[in-house]
């Protein structure tokens, strides 16, 4: 199974891991619709839906780029008329857009709050709920319909919260979400499910965190990589928190150094979610 032909709807897609995920469906003839912020060139963050446009034609898949905030419903219903209009539907959607902020209670202004909170657990639900229609028309046509959160396992360890509650519970919204809705569309023939890292990923957003080491820190394509074996599984295959490396190496991918920022690395900064 490939993903040729089929139409994804990537959140945050301009950049890192979004893009990533695009351009890796792009190489088999994707149709991707890039719903992100970013469209003026930012010196501390670089991509913009225009370039991710350009990076996921060159691999080989059409690209519609659409500047859309996740937390504006009317901007997402727009965004999924437009993915229709262009793409004649919608068989994927991958819930990656994320803001995070890894500070205690006392040092999280509730706008960081609500930024990320309206952004990774109701940005999710609601684009989910958007795209639902054109997901069950994928189903009832045998395109094999997925939704994939970038989002981690969901543990209620108190060491998963007490350092940055708040993004804590923004992320679990997301997981939240899989555990929920991978009941609710399984009798749709909808696959909901996560994935997760072991490892810090390099990405714009996290170098812009003090004290973290790129070095130490594995590419944006490790998840892509694993994300593709999951959008390619058949739609029964539902509900699961993947990670990426457990999911490559049942794969049969067991050699991991081409994705490592600084290949030879053996000490990786952990992904905050994993033991």
């Not at 923004?170 to 909901?192: D, H, N, P």
């Not at 965190?209 to 944006?220: E, S, T, Y």
């Amino acid at each position: 199974m490939t993903l040729k032909g089929k139409t994804l709807f990537i959140t945050g897609a301009s950049r890192g891991i979004g893009l990533a995920i695009g351009k890796r469906a792009a190489a088999d003839g994707a149709n991707v619709v890039i719903a992100a912020k970013t469209t003026d060139p930012n010196p501390k963050l670089p991509g913009t839906i225009y370039s991710a446009a350009q990076e996921i034609e060159a691999a080989g898949g059409k690209a519609l780029p659409l500047q859309v905030d996740i937390r504006d419903e009317e901007a997402v219903l727009a965004a999924v008329a437009k993915a229709v209009e262009a793409f004649g539907g919608i068989d994927i959607l991958v819930n990656n857009a994320s803001a995070i902020s890894l500070t205690d209670t006392e040092h999280t202004p509730m706008k960081r709050y609500d930024l990320m909170n309206g952004i990774n657990a109701r940005g999710t639900y609601l684009c989910t709920q958007a795209c639902l229609p054109q997901l069950k028309k994928s189903a009832a046509a045998g395109r094999n319909p997925h939704v994939l959160n970038m989002s981690p396992p969901l543990s209620m360890k108190q060491h998963w919260f007490e350092h940055h509650t708040a993004y804590t519970m923004a992320k679990y919204g997301m997981s939240m979400c899989t555990l929920g809705q991978s009941g609710e569309f399984r009798k749709y023939g909808i696959a909901v499910n996560s994935l997760g890292p072991r490892t810090a990923i390099a990405t714009a957003a996290l170098q812009m965190i003090p004290g973290v080491d790129l070095a130490m820190c594995r590419k944006p394509e490790i998840l892509s990589d694993a994300a593709y074996f999951i959008l390619t599984s058949p739609a029964g295959n539902s509900g699961n928190f993947f990670i990426d490396d457990e999911l490559l190496a049942a794969h049969g991918v067991t050699d991991l150094d081409k994705y490592a920022v600084k290949p030879g690395t053996k000490n990786f900064i952990p992904d905050f979610f994993v033991d």
